[in-house]
């Protein structure tokens, strides 16, 4: 019950839709709302470094033996079988047939379902996430029909042993895709899962003689693993990590690999840890090394190799988060933070996205669409601030305002409402309203420098990649005019870092006169202090929580009633920031403040949200409930 207080508290403090009460299961992720369409009939040659392996062509994907033999024709749809030509998705789609109703695959007579074809439907959807971007599609027919050969036991192993031989090391959203993949697929089975790893052979003998040989397997490996230690948690994530998984990820996170390696083996030991017991493993296990890999590893924080710097991040935030190493100081306690004034805001995020301690930096492993917003607002002038991209896949950097709503696990964050604009580098678009505008700057790449200039004397913002400025948008303007903050949205594994001016700018604009977040913004020491979880959990602990409490942030008194389902204990802070009602998804018409009205005297302020603050009397609020059954007032709402 605490610990579903606190990830609760940290989701919704401000008002932001939690990750953590996950209502419902969504099945479309933030590659969903890229419009992939009807895939099968959309080109790309943009995939030129995938060879199927030998031996696997033609190799039927059927648990009904066969007789088909490795020289017989490789079927129509199947990837060329070699690296130098390249691949173009056919107009006709892949020879597999789809029963909506039943969720299974059905064959024709002439045709079998082999790794070449799985493996053309994996890079299908790769070849789709980056050019097919409009909202509220259904999922692809590439992912339907993987999800289709995976619900059997054998189907299982073949998509996922196709993820890992043909997910290419080159793509930026090449790691997104095994995540996206690894959740539309079912469950596995224990069985299957065994399976897996006697087939992988993961001994830590193995991880050493190949991971510098094969960075892609390795690399591709460790996502799969940390999805599965994510998704089955708990005894099925436990059983997961044998002696030999062990081995091979701590093997992995010695600097002798490639970062690439180091980096997933880092984040999926991270993510078996989310089972107590797997955490408890793995913090013994790190107790009998020395010096600590992970102190190593921390070492890279500030690298030019901006895959390193990736690692000393993650290496960091494990070591103040996860596993604590109790000679070592918490980096907030070492860090110097007096020359920052504005902060990315750690109490407006889900418990998924990773902040540094000094509050500029920031990070997303998990399978959803991760939002920050920072903690000052601009109401008038003109205002710049940078962004350093660390990771080259799908951020979407901006300007958004507290109307706005995130909805992480639908794949909505900034730029995807009305109150909202963002630049996304990656597939080089605006987004405003969840709709979006193509530009031509060239893909941003790790040590770009994103420039956001908001003026708001004139409705205009403007966005620049390393100085060359875009021409104005506006399109925001028609539903916000003040109360901006700078923000940003990001899919997994992607990282940036934030200058709101505590340091010179890289590219300042030349022809106007701007001001800076951090000259006017204002923090006291405490508000500067991002806590590690474990910490920010003790002092939750000692918070009580009134009984009319709001059962979403638990700040506020739960004062409304939602229409047209009737389901309340909800206050309209939260509401307001809500479509769908978090006990039954209704979608939400309206909704009624029942809040109960106060004595006209003495020290109580009403606010026109509906919150209630005692401001001079000693008497509490529960007492002047109680005596106020004959006298009320009405907020400024009515």
Not at 22 to 27: D, G
Not at 289 to 302: Q, V
Not at 472 to 488: D, W, Y
Request: glycine fraction near 4%.
């Amino acid at each position: 019950m605490i610990i579903t207080l606190w990830l609760t508290y940290l989701a919704f403090h401000h008002g932001i839709v939690p990750s953590i009460t996950r209502f419902i299961k969504f099945q479309k992720q933030k590659a969903h709302r890229f419009d992939m369409g009807n895939c099968c009939t959309k080109k790309s040659s943009s995939h030129t470094d995938h060879t199927p392996s030998s031996g696997q062509i033609g190799q039927p994907v059927t648990e009904q033996p066969t007789n088909q033999s490795n020289n017989s024709p490789t079927p129509t749809n199947s990837l060329p079988t070699t690296s130098t030509q390249q691949l173009s998705l056919p107009t006709s789609s892949c020879q597999l047939r789809i029963n909506h109703s039943q969720t299974s695959v059905s064959r024709t007579k002439k045709t079998k379902t082999t790794i070449v074809d799985i493996e053309y439907l994996v890079l299908q959807t790769l070849a789709a996430i980056k050019t097919l971007v409009d909202n509220d599609q259904e999922a692809p027919r590439c992912i339907l029909k993987l999800h289709a050969i995976a619900e059997n036991e054998f189907g299982w192993l073949a998509v996922v042993k196709s993820i890992i031989a043909t997910i290419p090391i080159t793509k930026p959203l090449g790691p997104a895709v095994i995540t996206l993949l690894m959740d539309e697929c079912p469950l596995p089975s224990k069985s299957a899962m065994l399976d897996l790893l006697q087939d992988l052979d993961l001994s830590s003998t193995n991880a050493s003689l190949n991971s510098r040989m094969d960075v892609r397997r390795h690399r591709n490996i460790e996502i799969v693993l940390g999805c599965l230690g994510e998704k089955l948690a708990g005894p099925s994530s436990v059983s997961l990590l044998t002696k030999d998984v062990l081995d091979y990820l701590f093997e992995n996170l010695s600097p002798i690999h490639h970062a690439s390696v180091i980096l997933h083996s880092l984040i999926t030991l991270e993510k078996f840890s989310q089972t107590s017991e797997n955490k408890m493993t793995i913090c013994s296990r790190l107790k009998t090394i020395s010096p600590s890999p992970l102190g190593l590893l921390e070492d890279w924080y500030h690298h030019t190799d901006f895959t390193k710097r990736e690692v000393g991040f993650c290496a960091r935030w494990c070591q103040d988060n996860l596993f604590i190493n109790e000679k070592r100081k918490f980096t907030y306690e070492v860090l110097d933070l007096s020359k920052i004034s504005v902060m990315l805001n750690s109490k407006d995020v889900s418990e998924y996205l990773k902040i540094s301690a000094n509050g500029l930096e920031a990070r997303c492993d998990a399978s959803s669409f991760e939002s920050v917003r920072s903690t000052f607002p601009i109401d008038a002038g003109i205002w710049y601030y940078e962004a350093t991209v660390i990771t080259m896949g799908v951020m979407q950097i901006g300007w958004a305002t507290k109307n706005s709503k995130f909805l992480n696990y639908e794949g909505y964050g900034i730029g995807d409402d009305e109150y909202s604009i963002s630049y996304d580098g990656c597939r080089k678009l605006i987004w405003h309203n969840a709709k979006s505008n193509s530009n031509n700057h060239p893909a941003w790449k790790p040590g770009d420098i994103l420039g956001l200039l908001l003026d708001l004397d004139n409705c205009e913002v403007i966005f620049s990649l390393n100085g060359d400025a875009l021409p104005p948008n506006r399109a925001v303007f028609k539903f916000a005019k003040n109360g901006f903050l700078a923000a940003a949205s990001f899919m997994s594994f992607q990282q940036c870092e934030f200058n709101f001016g505590h340091a010179p700018f890289m590219y300042p604009p030349s022809d106007v006169q701007f001001q800076t977040f951090n000259y006017h913004g204002s923090l006291t020491q405490q508000e500067k202090i991002i806590l590690p979880r474990h910490k920010k959990l003790q002092q939750l602990r000692l918070v009580k929580v009134k009984d009319n409490s709001c059962n979403l942030c638990f700040d506020e008194r739960a004062s409304v009633r939602l229409e047209p389902c009737q389901h309340s204990g909800f206050c309209s802070t939260c509401v307001s920031q809500l479509e769908l009602c978090p006990l039954c998804r209704v979608n939400i018409t309206s909704w009624t403040n029942e809040e109960k009205l106060l004595p006209e005297t003495n020290g109580i302020e009403i606010k026109n949200n509906g919150a209630v603050k005692q401001v001079l009397q000693s008497q509490t609020l529960d007492e002047n409930f109680q005596n106020s059954d004959d006298k009320t007032i009405k907020d400024e709402n009515g």
